[in-house]
């Protein structure tokens, strides 16, 4: 096996795992993947429209209502009417819903600096560059997706 043919079996082992990682983290904190991606955007982004994250998340905005709905009586985001206009409903991260994201990546990122911490520093270099390229690569991916709807 090559380089590249032991790259795509790694990432293909990792992949599952990563998912079962955050299914037991998310479940001992009671969320689901969805309702975890959209408390995630709101810690990124800060209050924003129902509609606004509906189309970051990609789902339909039925979709958010009921993620709203979930999220609102975990207490973990809150529905604000939007001052402008009332009709449109802002969603706006609660302090309970910033502890429970901060918990969550701070046992992911925990995973990951552990595996991290058993490289040298030239190796670093390479991961950081590595991860960076992978951003810009799915950003470029996304919005050329995004411009082709």
């Known amino acids: ?20 990682m955050y299914a037991q983290i998310l479940g001992r904190v009671d969320l689901t993947l969805p309702q975890y991606a959209l408390l995630y955007q709101l810690m990124l982004i800060g209050t924003v429209s129902m509609t606004e994250i509906s189309d970051r998340l990609e789902i339909t905005k039925p979709a958010v209502t009921n993620l709203a709905d979930r999220l609102e009586d975990k207490k973990c985001l809150r529905r604000v009417p939007q ?3 009332r009709r449109v409903i802002l969603l706006e991260i609660l302090p309970k819903g910033e502890k429970i ?3 969550i990546q701070g046992q992911s990122l925990g995973l990951l600096l552990k595996a991290y911490d058993q490289f040298d520093k030239k190796e670093h270099k390479i991961i950081s560059r590595f991860y960076a390229t992978v951003s810009k690569v799915m950003d470029d991916f996304l919005m050329s997706t995004k411009n082709e709807k």
């Open 1 to 20: 096996m090559n380089e590249r043919e032991t790259f795509v079996a790694s990432f293909r082992e990792l992949h599952p795992k990563f998912s079962r």
């Open 83 to 85: 001052m402008e206009d």
């Open 101 to 103: 994201i901060a918990e």
